[in-house]
């Protein structure tokens, strides 16, 4: 049995930075590896490094099992990735991809089940909260003004939005992300 309080590390210690040697990040990152949930997240053309870098502290926080960074996404190392993520880029798996599309017919390859949702605020969208969630999942939020990809939401099995009320149409790719992700454990991993 894992003893989490042993993984688990402040903001602090994070800044600190990870263990320098290779021999201390690959066992941080085995120990870390037992613990993850059958969750992806794709980024399809975000080009915020802050959002990136908070996406990593995203899916760190909810242990998501890798990050696909696609097409005009940047990739670590780079330092507002780095400062944004508080160093998760260390220990979240990620891989990059010229198109998300690539990405996620990758991904369906090696996952038969694997349902594949986009967050999008289109015709067939799907309020959030009323989406009936399964893993393993995969989650893709798009780029910052034009949104997930045409290509992309044509391969997608559902499409998901969050309601707004206000006078702006959006919220944050990062702040949609994490409502949805938060969702998605209550729903099939907190039962």
Not at 30 to 37: A, G, I, M, P
Not at 85 to 109: C, F, G
Not at 159 to 184: D, H, W
């Amino acid at each position: 049995m894992i003893d989490k309080r042993k993984l688990v590390l402040n903001a602090k210690q994070l800044r600190k930075g990870l263990p320098t040697t290779d021999y201390g990040l690959q066992k941080l990152r085995k120990s870390v590896d037992r613990r993850r949930n059958a969750i992806y997240i794709v980024l399809d053309n975000v080009l915020d490094t802050y959002n990136i870098g908070s996406i990593f502290r995203l899916a760190d926080a909810v242990a998501a099992k890798k990050i696909y960074l696609c097409g005009g996404t940047e990739t670590p190392p780079n330092h507002r990735i780095k400062k944004a993520s508080i160093n998760t880029t260390e220990v979240v798996e990620w891989e990059y991809y010229a198109s998300a599309s690539e990405a996620i017919s990758k991904l369906k390859s090696q996952n038969s089940n694997l349902q594949v949702i986009a967050i999008e605020q289109v015709e067939e969208s799907v309020q959030y909260d009323k989406f009936e969630y399964k893993l393993p999942l995969a989650l893709v939020v798009g780029h910052e003004t034009s949104g997930v990809s045409p290509e992309v939401l044509k391969i997608v099995d559902g499409v998901v939005e969050l309601p707004m009320f206000g006078v702006n149409k959006s919220l944050n790719v990062m702040v949609s992300l994490a409502i949805v992700l938060y969702e998605v454990i209550e729903r099939t991993i907190s039962k």
